[in-house]
């Protein structure tokens, strides 16, 4: 395969999985670490696995920020410091762990 | 090491790394918040979307439920049943958490959310067994015609209970409510009629009486205050009330013991640590009136009603308007209870402010068998006990004892020593089965004046002065609910001193505890105090009437009369002056004279030899007050920070004689009471007191940078979880405990709700401190906050307006 195939592919891969991610996030919380193992699994490396991890959880974050808005909550939703906390890290720390099952699988 | 296994064990950490943070989350103790607060899927963010679904099906009939630009519910259809269907949504939708939070209390299950904080408060109400006193109630209205209204209600709650995102509050916390029930819903009366006549007055004024006399007891704690505004036997408003002839006492009326001689016994200082933690506010009151016809420029009646409670987030009240073919009413009712409390119909308007009759005793027994078993007359009974477990989140589980006797729960706490009294039998009459629902639900369809006053027949707590106008011209004012005549040995007694229970001394006939009473001992309801045409009448919990016209006992004691003697003078006034109007009468209800300047005016002179030069400017200030309590005074803020100063001072003065274990602070006199008493309460005498008061008024003030009043005036409403995002805004505001605009900021309360109800058929007005949708993401969350606190009105029309939300279809289409 070319190396413009292989990137192609890799960007497919990684946008399905993205919306697979997105599916499970939205049930149940293990599915920002099931979201972070998809989109970490297409990529090159290990660490861009977890890079893509972490990116996922920011976009649950802006996901959920987009729903709250559309409901006319996001501003009650911003001063809820604590729970915010909780979010943003399991977020970050979600997308990452599941990120480094792409170390784990090769 | 070779690249392979330098590989596999790279494999291996990360695998390790991930598994065990997935795993962490998932079996740790962070479970919990990941549910509630995970992006996309916790809890707390669903929670933003309660919209509900459009069409619903109901096996209770059609009805529409909209909701208009304030979050009131306006609801119609056909079938009663049908429309209590969709209250029970409206209610399950928009307070969910609150009402199961106060049936939490009121069950003695708090600990099991909330954890050891409130093992106290469990303890008291598992062994109040309020729960049991609700079943009971349950019992006696199924089978009346509020019965099926109560259950489609519940219907209804737990409809949105099972399509609706649950609650920010319940994330928080971590737990899922179960279903209401009927039982609930009574539960729901038991709690408010505690609030408004559950008192220890008696005990508190014994240990007085034992600890430092009973003079200082009657001087610190008298049961009748000087003042000649009582509600009934005004000259011209309501000298024309027909006074009882006193048919029920029979037998005469005494009390065998001469008060100012018998001994007393103090009530142990942990009992009375728990009792008085555990004890209503003093200060639940309310402000009620009514103008008749022929001093209104319509012609036709006006009334006005603010009931004072606490003040919180989401508020105590719920408003509801409920547009049935025969009726249409709105007002407020307490989350989880079905019927409009406070309010009006097509027909009329009421309102209630609390009366302070007695209708709690307190008797001690002579028992044997180690305490199991206790003499009641002639025979020896055993104590019914049970135990039960109270759950603690976070601690282990506390087992309790539930002990009753004749009279109703039977309450102890650790053992102070011989002298003390350390177990207490408590008869309540909110203990007893009650039908207030009917009562109220009477209310709700009334078509005139005659049919509130059979209703009320069915009020039987909690005890409340009634207000009520009428479309067809009618004034009505009753004293409502069930008062006990107490015997002892045949003779009418007060019920102001614990009672011999063994010898049966001070009891109830025709009183039932968690059953269904009789009420034959009691005083009957055409005895009750009550003008069945006023020309007008004003309420703010002063004394009802005289004890010289009234042939029953009836109250321990009533509330300060400040607002009482500021009620009558300006309704006087207006009434002179004729043609009064709805403004005359809003105007009254955001009156904000303080009534306490005139009564410590001799207090403050006496301040001011011991007062620097600076501090007697300030003094000045104070003295040439109008007594108004607005927010942009200093004067104010100078008063109501001496007054606190003043009473802390009296307590360290004065009341060091009482047992060491003991909070001084729980036996300080009310305020009409702290202004009268003289040097020997003081040490070394009362204006050294008051002169050093007014200058720790003045630091504090300094301190906390105020300027004035409204600086510290500010409405401090608060969720129960104390979280800022939770909380209401802060808005400075007028009044003050004192006032009839009402307003508490140490205690978080006042004026509850307000109504001004003309009769002329033009609009209402009403307004809530804080928002009809508990739901912390809503819009109408506070928006009724700060109008409330700068004392303005929205209208409270009965009309079908606003998006429809909820189509509730008969049948099986959904």
Same mark, same amino acid.
């Given at each position: 395969m070319t190396p413009g195939g292989d990137r192609r592919n890799r960007w497919i891969a990684t946008a399905l999985a993205l919306v697979a991610g997105l599916g499970l996030a939205s049930v149940h919380w293990l599915g920002l670490v099931a979201g972070g193992t998809l989109v970490a699994l297409p990529q090159r490396t290990w660490p861009r696995g977890v890079a893509a991890g972490v990116a996922f959880g920011v976009l649950t974050l802006a996901a959920t920020a987009a729903s709250l808005s559309l409901t006319g909550g996001l501003d009650t939703a911003l001063a809820m410091t604590r729970p915010l906390g909780v979010a943003v890290g399991a977020a970050l720390v979600g997308g990452a762990v599941g990120g480094l099952v792409r170390g784990v699988v090769g | 090491m070779t690249e392979r296994s330098g590989d596999t064990t790279r494999r291996a950490l990360l695998a390790a790394v991930a598994g065990g943070a997935a795993a962490g989350g998932f079996l740790g103790p962070v479970r919990g918040y990941l549910s509630a607060f995970a992006p996309l899927s916790g809890g707390v963010w669903d929670a933003a979307d309660d919209d509900p679904p459009l069409r619903i099906a109901s096996d209770h009939g059609d009805a529409t439920l909209r909701y208009d630009d304030e979050a009131v519910p306006r609801i119609g259809g056909d079938d009663e049943t049908a429309i209590y269907f969709a209250a029970g949504y409206a209610h399950g939708a928009d307070r969910l958490f609150q009402m199961d939070l106060q049936r939490r209390q009121m069950r003695g299950r708090l600990s099991a959310v909330v954890g050891e904080a409130t093992v106290d408060s469990d303890r008291f109400h598992v062994r109040m067994d309020f729960g049991t006193a609700a079943d009971a109630t349950w019992d006696l209205v199924r089978d009346t015609e509020a019965g099926p209204l109560v259950e489609a209600y519940c219907d209804g709650v737990n409809r949105a209970r099972a399509d609706l995102p649950t609650p920010v509050e319940f994330e928080l916390l971590d737990y899922e409510p179960g279903p209401w029930t009927p039982a609930d819903v009574m539960l729901a009366e038991k709690q408010i009629a505690w609030t408004l006549t559950g008192s220890f007055r008696t005990l508190r004024k014994e240990t007085l009486r034992a600890e430092l006399g009973a003079d200082a007891a009657e001087e610190l704690m008298p049961n009748r205050l000087d003042h000649d505004a009582a509600i009934l036997d005004r000259s011209g408003a309501t000298d024309d009330w027909e006074v009882p002839d006193g048919d029920a006492i029979r037998g005469g009326v005494s009390d065998p013991d001469d008060a100012s001689s018998r001994a007393s016994t103090a009530t142990g200082p942990d009992l009375g640590g728990w009792l008085t933690g555990m004890e209503p506010p003093a200060w639940a009151g309310s402000n009620s009136w009514a103008v008749g016809a022929e001093h209104t420029e319509?012609?036709?009646? $006006?009334?006005?009603?603010?009931?004072?409670?606490?003040?919180?987030?989401?508020?105590?009240?719920?408003?509801?308007?409920?547009?049935?073919? +025969?009726?249409?009413?709105?007002?407020?009712? /307490?989350?989880?209870?079905?019927?409009?409390?406070?309010?009006?119909?097509?027909?009329?308007?009421?309102? /209630? &402010?609390?009366?302070?009759?007695?209708? $709690?005793? /307190?008797?001690?027994?002579?028992?044997? =068998?180690?305490?199991?078993?206790?003499?009641h007359g002639d025979a020896w009974r055993s104590f019914e006990t049970e135990r039960r477990t109270i759950e603690v989140a976070g601690?282990?589980?506390?087992?309790? &004892?539930?002990?009753?006797?004749?009279?109703?729960?039977?309450?102890?706490?650790?053992?102070?020593?011989?002298? /003390?009294? +350390?177990?207490?039998?408590? =008869?309540?009459?909110?203990?007893? =089965? &009650?039908? =207030?629902?009917?009562?109220?639900?009477? $209310?709700n369809r009334s078509r005139d004046a005659e049919d509130v006053d059979e209703a009320l027949r069915e009020f039987d707590e909690p005890t409340q002065c009634f207000v009520y106008t009428g479309r067809d011209g009618s004034v009505r004012y009753r004293v409502t609910g069930r008062v006990p005549v107490r015997r002892t040995d045949g003779e009418m007694v007060p019920g102001t001193r614990v009672f011999d229970g063994s010898a049966r001394a001070g009891e109830w006939a025709g009183y039932t505890p968690y059953g269904e009473s009789s009420w034959e001992g009691f005083i009957p309801f055409e005895e009750m105090p009550h003008d069945d045409d006023p020309d007008y009448v004003g309420t703010a919990n002063q004394r009802i009437v005289d004890d010289a016209d009234y042939p029953y006992y009836l109250a321990e004691d009533y509330s300060e009369p400040f607002r009482g003697i500021r009620l009558w003078n300006r309704l006087d006034g207006i009434v002179d002056r004729g043609d009064v109007t709805p403004t005359d009468l809003r105007d009254l209800q955001r009156d904000v004279h303080d009534g306490r300047l005139e009564h410590y005016l001799p207090v403050l002179e006496d301040a001011r030899s011991g007062l620097s030069d600076d501090a007697r400017d300030d003094l000045d200030t104070v003295l040439d007050w109008d007594g108004e309590a607005e927010r942009n005074a200093r004067a104010p803020l100078l008063f109501v920070h001496f007054l606190d100063a003043y009473e802390g001072r009296f307590v360290a003065d004065a009341l060091g004689g009482l047992d060491g274990r003991r909070d001084a602070s729980a036996y300080a006199p009310n305020q009409w009471v702290l202004a009268t008493l003289g040097d020997e309460w003081f040490e070394p005498d009362r204006a050294s007191a008051a002169a050093d008061a007014f200058e720790t008024a003045r630091d504090r003030i300094e301190s906390e940078g105020w300027e004035t009043y409204g600086d510290y005036n500010r409405t401090a409403i608060d969720h129960p979880f104390d979280q800022s995002f939770l909380n209401y805004s802060r808005y400075p505001t007028d009044g003050s405990a004192a006032t009839l605009f009402n307003f508490r900021v140490e205690a978080g309360a006042g004026s509850s709700w307000r109504q001004i109800c003309p009769q002329d058929g033009t609009t209402s007005r009403c307004i809530l401190p804080g928002g009809n949708d508990g739901n912390v993401y809503s819009d109408d969350y506070d928006n009724q906050l700060r109008r409330w606190a700068n004392g303005e009105y929205k209208p409270m029309d009965r009309s079908m307006r606003g998006d429809p939300a909820v189509r509730f279809v008969g049948g099986d289409d959904e």
């Open positions: - | 319509s012609g036709d009646p $006006i009334m006005a009603n603010d009931p004072h409670l606490s003040l919180m987030a989401p508020p105590v009240w719920y408003e509801q308007v409920l547009r049935h073919d +025969d009726y249409q009413v709105r007002g407020v009712t /307490f989350p989880g209870v079905p019927f409009v409390i406070i309010g009006e119909n097509d027909r009329g308007a009421w309102g /209630f &402010t609390n009366a302070g009759c007695d209708v $709690i005793d /307190f008797y001690e027994y002579e028992t044997r =068998a180690d305490g199991a078993e206790y003499r601690a282990p589980d506390r087992d309790v &004892t539930v002990k009753k006797s004749v009279h109703g729960a039977v309450l102890s706490a650790g053992a102070g020593g011989d002298e /003390f009294r +350390d177990e207490l039998g408590v =008869a309540w009459t909110g203990l007893s =089965a &009650t039908n =207030a629902t009917n009562g109220i639900l009477g $209310i």
